[in-house]
């Protein structure tokens, strides 16, 4: 924990990214001279209305669906919470069944559990080792009053990316089966910039986006609903956002979030390219490591910038503080659940003992990141991981 860092490395986007500069000056304009109300009917209201419209246009071109079935939302959490809980209330009576996997991040979990706790019916579905789910599990599970499944894109502790279009293939096919509608909902927060994003080739109903994870602002996300999805609002209000989700509108958040959203996706396949040469830098270099270790990240279908290790016999957590101490900010798992000392739900329920899930340390790289940066962590590794060991023989 002595070494001389270059500089601060952030190597944990998985939680947060920093903000692109053309993102802020994208939005600017809307923090001051262009700050009227969307809603209102003036001409500097107009300009406000028109940032959103085309803001609405460039997320829908990306998504491949129409503007209308793009609603923007306050991130992540509530386009995830809004899936759920707006599809599970508006179809109550002719389907209580909802199936979901033990995976998914708490902003799904928690959201069904809520549902459970008021009558509805979930089935968590179980992941092998890698963090894949069934495809038979999930066919079997599928009855007939199932009306909504959500599984995640990609997961933001280990990065494994769920094959989706199986997924609604599946269930497509079941529904006819037993003559009714069932809806399929991912949240993509960690699959954008990385993967493509086409609802339709994805084959899904609805899709959670969030800004702050693809170099954009916090508390500014979308939730894509194709057209027809009967959804009951989960934010009363004006009626904004074509009365599905009231409240006057982030203008500057929208636009920030669109701009970085367009931005990210353009240059997935760099983004892509160069994360994937860091993170195979890095399994290289832990080689050479004497600590024993096991990586969770999955090789294949897997997102590139991603790499999940659990150190054998250490816990997360003063691994964490020694990198901190070297200008190496990383983290346990999943930012909302590293507060917290138990082991990381998703790790445990892909069958990793507890005692070694403990030991997980997340590292997400981005464009960034250098090589360099993958030498030093490597050292900083080595050199925490024998300083707690010192300490542990004490
Ligand atoms: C997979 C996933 N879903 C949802 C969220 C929540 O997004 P937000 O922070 O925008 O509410 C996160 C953020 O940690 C995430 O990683």
């Given amino acids: 924990m002595t070494l001389d860092s270059p500089k601060e490395i952030y190597i944990d986007n998985a939680a947060t990214t920093s903000m692109r500069k053309e993102v802020l000056d994208a939005m600017i304009p809307y923090f001051s001279e262009n700050y009227g109300n969307p809603s209102s009917l003036y001409s500097i209201a107009q300009i406000a209305r028109d940032a959103v419209d085309e803001s609405r246009e460039n997320v829908s071109n990306i998504l491949n669906c129409r503007p209308s079935e793009i609603i923007f939302t306050s991130g992540g959490t509530e386009s995830d919470n809004m899936a759920i809980i707006g599809v599970a209330k508006a179809l109550k009576d002719t389907g209580n069944h909802l199936i979901t996997t033990k995976i998914e991040h708490h902003a799904v979990i928690h959201a069904m559990e809520e549902l459970e706790s008021t009558g509805y019916k979930v089935s968590y579905l179980n992941v092998d080792e890698e963090g894949f789910i069934n495809l038979e599990e999930l066919e079997s599970k599928i009855n007939s009053n199932t009306s909504l499944i959500s599984i995640m894109l990609a997961n933001n502790e280990t990065g494994t990316i769920q094959n989706l279009s199986e997924i609604s293939k599946i269930a497509k096919n079941k529904a006819k089966q037993f003559e009714r509608e069932i809806y399929i909902h991912t949240d993509a927060v960690q699959a954008a910039g990385k993967l493509d994003l086409d609802v339709k080739e994805l084959g899904v109903d609805m899709m959670s986006l969030s800004g702050h994870k693809i170099k954009g602002p916090k508390g500014v996300g979308c939730l ?24 006057t509108e982030n203008v500057p958040g929208i636009v920030g979030f669109s701009k970085a959203l367009v931005l990210a996706d353009n240059e997935k396949n760099t983004f ?84 070694l899930a403990i030991g997980s340390i997340r590292f997400s790289f981005s464009m960034e990141n250098t090589l360099d940066e993958i030498q030093f962590l490597t050292n900083s590794l080595e050199s925490v991981l024998s300083e707690l060991s010192l300490l542990a023989q004490r």
Avoid at 224 to 247: C, N, V
Avoid at 288 to 304: C, F, G, H, Q, R
């Fill in 224 to 247: 894509y609903i194709k057209k027809g999805i009967p959804i009951a609002p989960i934010i009363l209000g004006g009626g904004q956002e074509r009365q599905r989700r009231s409240g």
């Fill in 272 to 355: 892509n390219s160069h994360c994937k040469k860091l993170v195979e830098e890095l399994r290289l270099n832990l080689k050479n490591i004497k600590y024993e270790y096991d990586i969770v990240t999955p090789t294949k279908n897997s997102l590139s910038n991603i790499l999940n290790i659990c150190f054998k016999g250490f816990e997360g957590e003063p691994i964490l503080i020694g990198l901190d101490m070297d200008g190496i900010f990383a983290s346990s798992g999943s930012a909302c659940s590293s507060a917290s000392l138990e082991p990381s739900h998703v790790l445990i329920s892909m069958g990793i003992d507890p005692k």
